[in-house]
């Protein structure tokens, strides 16, 4: 059983080992995904930019062709000649740079989300033992990961193969045809070509993408010793104490800003301390603090109050007597309850109720 809980990876990652995995850039992705993306978008800027594309070619093509035949060089006109080619290719080539720039961002970041790290950029001395190399180059998973390869390959040329022969009878008729006609026919058969290449190698992209995560999982499940050993570790940790601290702290403050609407009055100080009080004579002998705070808290105690309609009567020496020897939960000493009871009576009279005895 001891041999079985330190070896068998059964038990599922937990969220420390995600994390830890993540930061070192270990994440489920999937190459073809980001090829076949990007190739869905090229066939798409093509087909609705493509028009433009060859106009923009061909119009700086032309300026060139239709110069003089002869031209003297030097540093000044080729820096300005280049300038130009930059400055007017960029009219018609920017819109089809930014669409496939924002295709490959969108293609990473639907896959392992923003995530910037420079664990993978650092020198592992392991890999640079040729014995280690040797052994990951003729692996099995270096096998199987070449013949996915050249399946995919044989996959995607019979398509291509199968798509073309569909369409030589429309290429045959093309020989006494206008330039033009040529153009546009073939321009048009390449889209298509490269259309149905791209809904192919997306389908095989999603398909390795599947299997990446699920194999991502399995490489960061864990033994039931490593999970006890990470669960003991988190508990020693002291940065994971003070965020279960702040939980339970926030947690009780929750809870008495709760009491304060059903509290009977707010004891303040006047601004920096507010205490509120419940008298309940069926359940306690005498009244219970409910909720207290200071700056802040004391504001927000005040706040609640007024929303809730609860009387805020400011009693300094109260105040501060309360904050300071009675905790939330705790009913008040019997050397106060003579001044309680006094301002109970005003905040009953105010109210138009009589005041509760034993």
Request: charge should be positive; aromatic fraction near 8%.
């Amino acid at each position: 059983m001891a041999e079985s809980d330190q070896g068998d990876k059964s038990e599922d990652p937990t969220d420390q080992r995600r994390r830890e995995a993540r930061n070192k850039g270990n994440v489920a992705k999937s190459t073809d995904l980001n090829a076949a993306a990007a190739m869905l978008a090229a066939t798409g800027g093509l087909l609705f930019l493509g028009p433009e594309l060859a106009r923009g070619c061909a119009s700086l093509i032309q300026s060139y062709l239709s110069g003089p035949a002869w031209l003297e060089l030097d540093r000044f006109m080729v820096a300005q000649d280049l300038a130009r080619v930059f400055r007017e290719s960029a009219k018609f080539l920017l819109p089809f740079l930014f669409l496939m720039f924002c295709t490959a961002l969108l293609a990473n970041l639907s896959q392992i989300g923003f995530l910037f790290t420079t664990e993978p950029l650092n020198l592992k001395w392991s890999r640079l033992n040729p014995i280690s190399g040797f052994q990951r180059i003729f692996s099995v998973a270096a096998l199987a990961k070449f013949g996915t390869s050249v399946g995919k390959i044989v996959a995607m040329a019979s398509l291509a193969i199968w798509f073309l022969c569909l369409k030589v009878p429309a290429l045959q008729g093309l020989g006494n045809a206008e330039t033009d006609v040529i153009l546009g026919t073939l321009g048009t058969v390449i889209l298509e070509l490269a259309f149905q290449l791209a809904l192919a190698m997306l389908v095989i992209a999603l398909l390795d993408f599947s299997f990446q995560k699920w194999k991502h999982e399995q490489d960061l499940k864990m033994t039931k010793q490593e999970v006890r050993d990470e669960m003991k570790n988190m508990d020693g940790d002291p940065h994971i104490r003070q965020r279960r601290k702040e939980a339970h702290r926030k947690l009780a403050m929750a809870r008495e800003m709760n009491a304060v609407r059903d509290a009977d009055v707010v004891i303040t100080n006047p601004t920096h301390i507010s205490v509120a009080l419940k008298y309940d004579p069926e359940k306690h002998p005498a009244p219970v603090v409910v909720a207290k705070g200071m700056g802040e808290i004391a504001l927000r105690i005040r706040e609640i109050a007024r929303e809730h309609k609860v009387p805020i009567i400011e009693r300094k020496p109260l105040a501060r007597a309360l904050y300071k020897d009675v905790k939330v939960g705790q009913a008040i000493p019997l050397e106060m309850y003579d001044v309680f009871v006094e301002i109970m009576a005003y905040v009953y009279k105010l109210a138009g109720r009589k005041l509760p005895t034993d």
